[in-house]
Structure formats: C-alpha cells, structure tokens
C-alpha cells in the first residue's frame, strides 16, 4: 500500500499538509469552463484574456465566488498567473450573472441562455446531456484555468471511539481493488498506479504536475480569492 511505485509520485506525493495528516488518494484536472459550442466557434476562446472581449458581456455565467469552492479554484490560479487585476475585470467589467445556485446556472447553460460557465455543476450538466439536453455543452481548459486536485482525502481522527476499525479502513480503501471501486463510482481518478480512470477527460498527464490547488500551501490564496470575491461584488 505504502510502496513509491504504487502511488503516482511516490506514496508520500498525496500528502496535502506540511504535518502529513490529510491524504489525498486521487488526482485530477481542471476541467476549465464550460462553452456552448453552438454559441462559442473554434478557436474563439485560448485564454482567460479571451473572456474579456466585448462580446462576452453580460454572457458569463459563474457561481459566486463569495461562497463557492469552484469557483474559488480557477480564479485563485487565474489571478497568481495574470495578477489581481484579473477579478475585477472579469467580476465586475465583464457583467457576469452571478448565483449562489449552481444548478440553476448549469440549466441556465444547457438551455442556451448563456454560452460560457465558469464553476457549474459538471454533473448536473451530465445528467441534462443524459436526458438529451444541452448536449453542446463542453468543456474546455484555458492555460491561465489549468490546476491539478484531489477532491478525495481521508485522515485519521484524534481520539477516535474505535481507532482500530478506522485502520482497518483506511489501509483497505488504499488497496487497488477500492481505489478501482471509488474511481469508477465517483467518476474520478485514483493516484494509484494502474486503477482505470473513472473520469478520462481529468487526467493529469504522465510526467505533468501542476499546481496542486487544494494543497495547504496554497489555503492561503484561495482564501485571498474570496476575500477579493466579496469585496468586488456588493
């Protein structure tokens, strides 16, 4: 369980903390925005800067960034690659309709209301797209969005009323067959080496890392992001 050559980066790799008390098991990719392809052409949107075009005033969809965590993410990496500025220009220039609802943002995409999404529920989106709904929904990654994650971690309570069973537990979730099990059924993909992809289209190339958002390095940040978030928007 604990070997280097099990675990993508070596075992030590899914620790978030700088104390080693927060493990993360899985690892995946931003997905970016979310673009209508019928509103948005080819090749109209290859970098955050993109979004600032006339064009796409008041046509941005994003789930309030004063309280929610995805959006929190992709304007934290946005804003430590083009500076602060950013948030202002895209918050507030831009006109974005902003909600705290993020189911209502994504029919709000599925139906043509709005062509680009930032922070919307990807799998609300699915299950419109599985009922044949908003099928030209996709999702697409800019340079500026591009983050690794984990969004599956387990730890250890202090003091524990049964200590023992939770060991158990946790060195059998980080077997292969239950790393297999949780990426197929939470369609996200495992650190360890081997398990199928349980979402292909997040996987954190071979040999590519990047920055690792949820990680407590960067808590600090993500933070600011917020802070930021609700001083822009009254």
Same mark, same amino acid.
């Not at 599956?152 to 099990?181: D, E, M, Y």
């Given at each position: 369980?604990?070997?280097? %050559?099990?675990?993508?980066?070596?075992?030590?790799?899914?620790?978030? #903390?700088? #104390?080693?008390?927060?493990?993360?098991?899985?690892?995946?990719?931003?997905?970016?925005?979310?673009? &209508? =392809?019928?509103?948005?052409?080819?090749?109209?949107? %290859?970098? $955050?800067?993109?979004?600032? @075009?006339?064009?796409?005033?008041?046509?941005?969809?994003?789930?309030?960034?004063?309280?929610?965590?995805?959006? !929190?993410?992709?304007?934290?990496?946005?804003?430590?690659?083009?500076?602060?500025?950013?948030?202002?220009?895209?918050?507030?220039?831009?006109?974005? $309709?902003?909600?705290?609802?993020?189911?209502?943002?994504?029919?709000?995409?599925?139906?043509?209301?709005?062509?680009?999404?930032?922070?919307?529920?990807?799998? =609300?989106?699915?299950?419109?797209?599985?009922?044949?709904?908003?099928?030209?929904?996709?999702?697409?990654?800019? /340079?500026?969005? #591009?983050?690794?994650?984990?969004?599956?971690?387990?730890?250890?309570?202090? *003091? @524990? /009323? +049964?200590? &023992?069973?939770?060991?158990?537990?946790? &060195?059998?979730?980080?077997?292969?067959? %239950?790393? @297999?099990?949780?990426?197929?059924?939470?369609?996200?993909?495992?650190? !360890?080496?081997?398990?199928?992809?349980? &979402?292909?289209?997040?996987? $954190?190339?071979?040999?590519?890392?990047?920055?690792?958002?949820?990680?407590?390095?960067?808590?600090?940040?993500?933070? *600011?992001?917020?802070?930021?978030?609700? +001083?822009?928007?009254?």
């Amino acid at each position: 369980m604990r070997g280097d %050559a099990a675990w993508r980066g070596g075992f030590d790799a899914g620790f978030l #903390d700088r #104390d080693k008390l927060t493990y993360a098991f899985a690892l995946t990719r931003s997905l970016g925005i979310f673009v &209508n =392809a019928e509103l948005v052409k080819p090749g109209e949107l %290859a970098s $955050v800067k993109d979004l600032l @075009a006339p064009k796409w005033k008041g046509k941005i969809a994003i789930s309030d960034p004063r309280v929610i965590g995805s959006t !929190f993410w992709p304007l934290t990496v946005a804003r430590l690659k083009l500076g602060e500025g950013i948030m202002k220009r895209l918050l507030i220039d831009q006109e974005p $309709v902003l909600s705290r609802d993020r189911n209502q943002l994504s029919e709000f995409m599925v139906r043509g209301r709005y062509p680009i999404g930032i922070g919307l529920n990807v799998l =609300a989106i699915q299950d419109f797209q599985a009922h044949g709904v908003g099928r030209s929904v996709k999702t697409l990654l800019l /340079p500026e969005l #591009d983050y690794q994650s984990s969004g599956s971690t387990v730890w250890l309570l202090n *003091r @524990a /009323p +049964h200590p &023992n069973a939770a060991r158990v537990f946790i &060195n059998w979730l980080l077997t292969k067959p %239950a790393q @297999a099990a949780w990426a197929k059924e939470l369609q996200t993909n495992s650190r !360890f080496a081997g398990v199928e992809p349980g &979402n292909p289209d997040a996987v $954190v190339p071979p040999g590519v890392t990047l920055t690792q958002i949820d990680s407590e390095e960067l808590l600090g940040e993500v933070i *600011r992001t917020q802070e930021l978030a609700r +001083h822009l928007v009254k």
